[in-house]
């Protein structure tokens, strides 16, 4: 597994160059001795691999940016695509504070040519909106919801599409999270769509990293919540990272019919393909451990395979995983 001995991991997210893997990555400092307090001192760290299991820390991607932005809190959750002219785009989540203590999320991103030395564009480039998203004025949730853009090419060649942990204006509080949509053309302009999902009293809060991919041929859907923070209906079934069937990469989703791919030990499950044999991999971070408490740092690959229209991770046979300490 990949961890850090003085700092937090959670949130990450992959970028494969052809050649090795790049793992990046959300972390704070444990001298915060609150692991809560990890979400407003959050950097996005970088580390590179060539199986998968052995990483090594490189120089961090992003930090904050000073004040006045809209990433002066922290960054968060993103992903990371090539643009056909050799370009890479990290798109992230910018955090800053509301006059209340809340917190606004909005999406934006940086370039580099090589994956290792990054420069932020100026601005967001999204934002929630109504009507399709729920704003922080609504006084419904605890934060303006609109973070972890998963960005992927249109399937048909028509420019590019993001998924976006959002959140609709209307329906049941609890049942409110949404995946947002947004379309480019070119990776810099973006123009909002309305979402891809419906709120639902069976539904959840939010819908955390939200990754579609064709597994095997079969389009799925996966994004975590806690049982906490969904509706009465999904508490007790101890989910952590969720899988959703799809007939396609833009959905429509249904996400009465997500079923839990994890418990909530783990959280934040992405998938990847690996390059050497075409397996694809679950990933998530350690969320929780039996004393209740924070653990974190990211997985080995488990394996993913489809058992009738279920998609299920084998727990991985390697027991002597041992964190890498940062180079």
Known sequence: MFDLPGSWVWDFWFADDGDGYHLFFLYASRALRDPDARHYRASIGHAVSTDLVNWTQVEDALVR????????LATWTGSVVRHPDG??????????????????QRIGYATSPDLHVWTKAPGPVLEAEGPWYEKLSSGAWHDEAFRDPWVFPDPEGDGWHMLITARAPEGPVDGRGVIGHAWSADLR??????????????GFGQLEVVQAEVVDGSPVLIFSCLGDQATASRRGSHGGTWAVP??????????????????????VGRL????????????????VGEDGLFVGGVTDPMPVRWEGDRLVRQVPERVDEAPLAGG
Do not use: M, V
């Open 272 to 287: 990847l393909r690996r390059r050497s044999d075409g397996q694809w991999l679950l990933f998530a971070f350690h969320h």
């Open 246 to 267: 799809a007939e396609s990469l833009l959905g429509p989703f249904d996400i009465d019919g997500a079923y839990p791919l994890t418990d909530e030990s783990l959280y």
């Open 189 to 202: 302009t973006w123009e909002l769509r309305e979402p891809l999902s419906a709120p639902s009293p069976k």
């Open 87 to 104: 370009t890479w785009f990290l798109f992230y989540t910018g955090a800053t504070a509301a006059p209340d203590g809340k917190n606004i």
């Open 65 to 72: 940016s000073d004040a006045p932005a809209f990433d002066d």
